[in-house]
């Protein structure tokens, strides 16, 4: 027999604040650690070449490289195709003319360095007014 009374016990709950807490830290975690992209796309407006009329009064020197990256200023071939032996040639070239425009007609399998030696060398002789030379189809 049980003679004791009969302690009447609570109803059992839930505690949800624990559990709250620990899907708000979770949550924050997730939005944090997120990264967003953007995907973007350039937009870009490329120039276009025109044909202008050359004018005729402007000097010009025109520079010629071959496929085989042999060099050529104004139909005189150069012997040694370094920067300084170009640049000696365009002064040599451009000694009588006040404000030249130097006209470079590469060949399209000519090595790009070909192109960039020429550049390089107008720019040590202090010309800067260069342009090339396109074939029209």
Known sequence: MNFRKKVREDDLEINFIPLIDVLLVIIIFLVVSTTFTKFSELKINLP???????DKKVERINIAISENGDYSINEVSII???????????????????????????????PHQSVINVMEAARISGLSKITFSTKVE
Do not use: G
Request: proline share 5%; net charge negative.
């Open 48 to 54: 276009t070449a025109e044909a202008n009329q050359v």
């Open 80 to 110: 040694s195709p370094n920067i300084n032996s170009i640049s000696m040639s365009l002064r040599e070239a451009s000694k009588n003319i006040k404000d030249p425009v130097i006209v470079i007609n590469a060949d399209s399998n000519s």
